[in-house]
């Protein structure tokens, strides 16, 4: 049974894992992470839409208003990150040239005008286009259209290359390719984690960012998995959209979220996605990958020629009521996980919540109201009687960098 | 530039170039095969279907008749192929149980009555059943099928195991893992073949066994690529069919075809196949899946839970007329190509037409009339003039192995 020491332990290496190691390193901890397979957990399926608009559902007002405040942090988050990683500026794809939102057929035109509705209520950018302004801008456009909507501000990055980006900026981190199986504790506080072989960690602070899987080490994360399949496709650059296209066929949401033209003249597509409340198997279902063709065909009909190249499913981590946990959530422990839909999107939010908990600094994200009230929410369901030992309130905004590692 | 000398070369590596080679050494000749990536092609996207009787189309009697001969010949070439190989009974999944043939519209059971009245003509079994009846036997047949039928004499085997048992069977052949570039001539004969490094490979006979590719390597084979895609699904056995589904949905074909069930209680199935006329790129294209998850479906509604595991895309290598190349085109060339739709179900026939040709035996399937008739067509796109200098008649039933390798 061998153990190791370090100031912050990450359990979870996706894309929010590797922002709190690399944002503990540059606080200057000394940082291991715990994941057998860093970055094939949600990440692998997402798509990286930054669309708080396109997102803002009814009664989500405060997710808006996080994933807006998130969406405003990329340019100076990507710029930050690419630099540590020594990447040239522009190779995490963050692309700001607006969304296409389309309405299949005319109930779905009723409900894509009730979001505008809701955008003007929450002060959003979005304007009602007819259908031939739609083809306009993207000539795939199909012909059964009823509607369209141009969104300026829902943008998008790629995040397979973040996570390597992340993953070159935290290189200094020690990566450990296994998996935690519980925490470990003492007087109420957490010091560190074991993993599957009967290793120990021991850490000044324990970073849980273990997705789904973070209710399973600790109750008061209760996350649950919603697995979702997305599509990679390859096409001919003029069959496919340039800018984020999504819609709504007959009540179903869709979208195809394109990357930069390659040098062969031709574009990878992300076309996603579909949710299910079921175990996470990484099993991609016949009929899911069914029902994401015949929606994306039907907004955009040329993609019928496009190559599949990648059908994949993986675990969204969804807390009760699907807003992130972030922060301290009981002495040694901070949360990093719970951002379902939006963890690509809330990555810079998540690391000025890292920032602000290890007592760290941003471009000046900290300090924002929206990060503190995340912050300050993240210990929403820890129950003090669980830890009736330990005082659960008090070490919230203890920088856990002084905690140091015991051996 | 290294040479290699052999009495047989046998150029294409899948399961009918195995085949050849198999047979080859059982006649006693040393065998060199040469193929970049074996049983890559066609066969790695083969459903394994023997249906000579759902197979046969208006104007294919003759494609029919040759089938049904085929078909005959299966268990005694499956029980000589797994005793060769060294593998138990059944290895090679030879299953007996029948098909089941579904309408899914009005228009569709009218074509499935033609058919059927065709299959009176050509004296091959097959009955319209109810839709009831069809549910009875298959539990899973969606509610909106028109019209079905049980076809009897349509069985199954595992391609890839039948490709598994070949190498093993065919273990002694010596496998160079580089593709052929051209054939070599002497006196209007040929005598070998060179690759992309430019090894020399010296035989008396050379198999031409290269799938679509033929065509580039001799003219008198004029193959061209059909590329198809397969979908390998995984089903819990009681959602999945037990026997051969096939079916027409609105005029376009579809088949479900099941293997065993296996110990986790899960069964595999193969869903296809697509039909393009294009050029053999490996590459599946997003509509091509969404059309056999499309059609599939509409027969067999519970396939939706079935896990897709793998799209596969390959060319099937057609002749001109779509019947097989069997036999001697040249002096020292002998065809085992453009077996289309039907190189699982043609494999004990292509054993049979080159026992025949090497004047070896196999199950008393020589000197049938159907073997014979199709290896004296295998020249009838050879050009005579081309070879002008050579006896093109002449050597067809020359058994090669007594011609020996030149260094």
Chains 1, 2 share one sequence.
């Not at 291991?32 to 803002?56: N, W």
């Amino acid at each position: 049974m061998s153990s190791h020491a370090c100031d912050v332990l990450v359990v979870g290496g996706g894309v929010i894992g590797l922002t709190a190691a690399w944002r503990a390193l540059e606080a200057g901890a000394s940082v291991v992470v715990l994941d057998p397979s860093p970055g094939d957990g949600a990440t692998h399926a997402a798509a990286g839409m930054l669309a708080p608009v396109m997102e803002a559902g009814f009664g989500e007002e405060a997710q808006a208003r996080l994933g807006t405040a998130s969406l405003a942090l990329w340019p100076a988050f990507a710029e930050a990150l690419e630099r540590a990683a020594g990447l040239p500026a522009g190779a995490v794809g963050l692309e700001t040239a607006g969304t296409l939102a389309l309405a299949y057929d005319g109930d779905d035109l009723v409900e894509l005008r009730r979001t505008l509705a809701l955008h003007r209520e929450l002060g959003l950018a979005s304007a009602e286009i007819t259908p031939a302004e739609a083809r306009r801008r993207e000539p795939g456009v199909g012909a059964r259209v009823a509607g369209a909507a141009w969104v300026p501000g829902d943008h998008q990055v790629d995040p397979r290359a973040v996570h390597a980006a992340l993953a070159a900026a935290a290189a200094r981190a020690t990566l450990v390719p296994r998996a935690a199986v519980s925490l470990t504790w003492a007087d109420g506080a957490v010091v560190g984690a074991l993993d599957g072989t009967g290793t120990t960690y021991t850490a000044g602070t324990v970073v849980l960012a273990a997705g789904h899987a973070s209710a399973s080490l600790y109750a008061g994360a209760p996350t649950r998995a919603v697995p979702g399949t997305t599509l990679r496709l390859d096409a001919a650059a003029d069959r496919s959209p340039a800018v984020v296209v999504r819609g709504t066929v007959q009540g179903r949401p869709v979208y195809a979220v394109p990357r930069r033209v390659r040098p062969d003249g031709r574009r990878e597509l992300v076309v996603g996605a579909t949710s299910d409340e079921r175990d996470d198997d990484h099993l991609t279902r016949a009929g899911d990958v069914f029902a994401l063709l015949r929606d994306v065909r039907a907004l955009l009909p040329e993609l019928d020629d496009a190559v599949l190249l990648e059908a994949v499913t993986r675990s969204r981590p969804a807390s009760p009521d699907n807003a992130p946990l972030l922060g301290w959530a009981a002495d040694g422990l901070c949360l990093a996980t719970g951002h379902y839909r939006n963890g690509i999107l809330l990555t810079p939010l998540t690391a000025a919540a890292v920032d602000e908990a290890l007592g760290g600094a941003l471009s000046g994200a900290n300090g924002r109201p929206e990060v503190r009230a995340a912050v300050e929410a993240a210990a929403r369901y820890a129950d003090p009687r669980r830890f009736a030992d330990a005082d659960t309130t008090a070490p919230r905004t203890a920088p856990t960098t002084e905690r140091g590692g015991t051996a």
